[in-house]
């Protein structure tokens, strides 16, 4: 499927869906396999769940619906893709280059600046909140590399297939190259406030993540390619994987 060979006008900024449509597949495509992930993870464990083997907030648990939950996501993505006869290397997946790594390298330095800069501009806002990310900072031995395989290499492979690919080139059909980062960026901040959490809104969280997408944006337009945005999410995930899970900061 992705050797398929892509039609003239799926290239960049000329996807056969537009910024009404982008966001409202990508919100229903979200708010469906989160559904749909649940439903499968009760099917497949729920007698597990149910009878104590498994608790709730079990790293196992937790990884199989993230696994359930972004496979889904890819193949509503991909089904919907395949609709409109596109292929997913028309979201900007190639070959990765080494220049790709030295771009994200440079994305981060960026990302990391202009951070500090809105943390000092902004002390009303705890940047000290703790996101909710569904594994327990408790964890040790092999389960590390379980959560490791989820935060660092698989949410942001799917992430910015899905936002920086799928949304970002929807948008960037009828909208500027600003106010597209700038809905691409919101509503990738507005998904981190969390709000079923049932705790305070993580604005930190959102703050941080519409920095990061701004960031990450820039470097697919840059590069015509999600290679050094995937690279510069995994960069960042890696960081506060050793943060909260090795050192437990």
Known sequence: YLRRPIP??????KAPWRPFESVTITIAIYLGSSILATVMLYGLLGGMIGNGTLKEDSTLLNFVYLLLFEAVTVAFLALFLRIRKVTLRSLGLRT??????GYAALGFLVYFAVLVMVEQFMPGVDFEQKQEI??????AGPGLAVIFLSLVIIVPIVEELFLRGFLFAGLRTKLSLVHAAFVTSLIFGL??????SGKPLLWAAAIDTFIL??????LRVKTKGLIAPIALHMVKNCIAFTFLFVLRI
């Open 8 to 13: 003239e006008k799926s290239g960049p900024y």
């Open 96 to 101: 990765p280059r080494w220049s790709d790594l």
């Open 134 to 139: 569904g594994f327990s900072t408790s964890v």
């Open 191 to 196: 998904a981190h406030l969390q709000p079923e």
């Open 213 to 218: 997408s701004t960031v990450l944006v820039a």
